[in-house]
């Protein structure tokens, strides 16, 4: 997993490419730290560039989102594509996600 951060206004956009899975759990980590020190109101996991997402990588959405909202941050799942979308739909996550 790759992924890019950057903020426009109060809105932070990351945007990974790859596989977000278990072996991405440290630099996804990393990533979570970095948007806590960026500050702003909402972030965007931009999810076009992921090619593939299992239960881990799921989990690790789930926790970023309680981390995100912890600090008083919105989160929103942009752009979903192929797998991803499918294991999204699979799980109902738009019942705990905002996926746009």
Same mark, same amino acid.
Request: aromatic share 8%; proline share 0%.
């Given at each position: 997993m790759s992924y890019n951060v950057?903020?426009?206004?109060?809105? $932070?956009?990351?945007?990974?490419? %790859?596989? +977000?899975n278990f072996t991405s759990n440290e630099d996804f980590r990393a990533t979570l730290d970095q948007i806590g020190k960026?500050?702003?109101?909402?972030?965007?996991?931009?999810l076009?560039?992921?090619?593939? $997402?299992?239960?881990?990588?799921? %989990?690790? +959405?789930?926790?970023a989102k309680e981390d995100l909202e912890g600090l008083g941050l919105r989160l929103c799942l942009a752009s979903p594509q192929g797998?991803?979308?499918?294991?999204?739909?699979?799980?109902?996550?738009r019942r705990t996600f905002t996926i746009v």
């Open positions: 950057s903020k426009q206004g109060e809105k $932070i956009t990351v945007k990974f490419e %790859g596989n +977000l960026i500050g702003g109101n909402e972030v965007y996991f931009d076009s560039g992921l090619t593939h $997402i299992d239960s881990v990588g799921l %989990g690790l +959405l789930y926790i797998n991803v979308l499918r294991l999204l739909e699979l799980t109902d996550a």
